[in-house]
């Protein structure tokens, strides 16, 4: 196997073995708990955040961990009870579900579950295309009521009963570094599946060389265990095509014993070229024709910075949105320089923002410590 993959195996390793038959099919481990009392859920870890609903107390909910920057409060699954809406546009009906189940796939890039039926509506979670969502019955002109499962909400932790043997703490460590082996995995295949898709694309015979088996694998474990359904939709719809090439490899190992070294001889000077014989031009064929269909990898770029998204002011500086650290301080001034992102439908969220920034002053903010002005170009809900 080739260098970068054996790193990422190790990593896979971590993981677990197998694959979710849906890749966007929640796969983030949680414990069952019970609310202690009627009590608010909030898209948010805040009790200025919206309320998702009031669930009384005996209420079953899952417990994802406790909230990131806010140790008070927990995320948990996004309950029923809470209203999620799509618009029509952005969804495909499935056909042949089971139990006259209807279910949808998202088509449209870009697309959000709100909280009402309405464009202006609090979000409620981001979707991947090709997320599936379940219908819930009930529709407002051109917007669906659905149920995401991938969707998170908050609680205050004391709100819950949670069962005697959960440290909070302790699952918070757990999951942090699940997810650190998981991004760091996917990282590498990004980065080993793009060089594979340069060099197939540059000269598509050279595919047969490379090992498209050892990276299906790892696009496998990433499809079933990666934290967030977006990139877990991405890595599937990659390794469809990765399959391709591999079928193709594998023909290839059959006919010439081994898939490293050149495809065919290269001719001496002065000898005519030698011709491959028809199952190595067959191989060829089918390696071009699914090399020239390999999506680029979707660029890996980190947040400008990370948080709970508020509104404060600074009039000055013609900002009224900010990112907010753990311990209530001022990470970053927000301004939208993307005409798309309305930071307003994104307050009390956990949330990374990406784009340019520029240092401040205190003398310009009024702050204890310098922080940049991000120009936001994408927000991102981090579940967390």
């Not at 970068?4 to 990593?11: D, K, N, Q």
């Not at 799509?86 to 495909?92: A, D, I, P």
């Amino acid at each position: 196997m080739l260098r970068p993959l054996l790193a990422a195996t190790v990593l896979a390793c971590a993981l677990g073995a197998g694959a979710a038959a849906d890749p966007s099919a929640p796969v983030v481990p949680v414990v069952a708990a019970e609310m202690a009392k009627n009590g608010n859920v909030r898209f948010g870890p805040d009790t200025k955040a919206k309320p998702v609903a009031t669930l009384k107390a005996g209420s079953a909910v899952e417990v994802i961990g406790p909230a990131a920057g806010a140790p008070d409060w927990v995320v948990i699954r996004f309950p029923r009870q809470g209203k999620a809406w799509v618009h029509v546009k952005n969804l495909q009906a499935l056909q042949g579900t089971a139990e006259g189940t209807a279910l949808w796939r998202v088509v449209g890039r870009g697309a959000n579950v709100r909280d009402d039926a309405t464009m202006g509506a609090a979000l409620v979670a981001q979707l991947a295309v090709g997320e599936i969502l379940e219908d819930q019955g009930q529709r407002v002109g051109d917007w669906i009521a659905v149920y995401p499962a991938n969707a998170v909400a908050y609680t205050h932790k004391d709100n819950l009963r949670l069962p005697a043997t959960v440290n909070l703490p302790k699952l918070a460590e757990e999951q942090r570094l699940q997810r650190d082996v998981a991004d760091r995995l996917w990282a590498v295949v990004q980065s080993t599946y793009e060089d594979f898709r340069k060099a197939a694309q540059a000269r598509p015979e050279t595919a047969l060389s490379k090992d498209w088996a050892g990276l299906k694998a790892q696009l496998e474990q990433v499809t079933a265990k990666h934290p967030d359904v977006q990139v877990r939709v991405a890595a599937d719809a990659i390794k469809v095509r990765v399959t391709e090439l591999v079928t193709a490899a594998e023909q290839y190992v059959k006919i010439k014993g081994t898939p490293v070294g050149p495809i065919q001889p290269v001719p001496q000077p002065g000898e005519a070229p030698v011709a491959p014989t028809p199952a190595v031009a067959q191989a060829q064929q089918q390696a071009t024709t699914a090399a020239a269909q390999l999506p680029a990898a979707a660029p890996v770029s980190a947040f400008a910075a990370e948080g709970l998204i508020v509104q404060q002011e600074f009039s000055k500086l013609q900002v009224t949105y900010v990112v907010m650290s753990q311990d209530g301080q001022v990470k970053a001034l927000l301004k939208s320089r993307a005409p798309e992102v309305q930071l307003s439908e994104y307050i009390y969220r956990y949330a990374g923002v990406k784009g340019g920034s520029e240092p401040l002053t205190t003398e310009q903010t009024g702050l204890s410590a310098t922080v940049p002005l991000i120009a936001v170009d994408e927000v991102v809900l981090l579940n967390r």
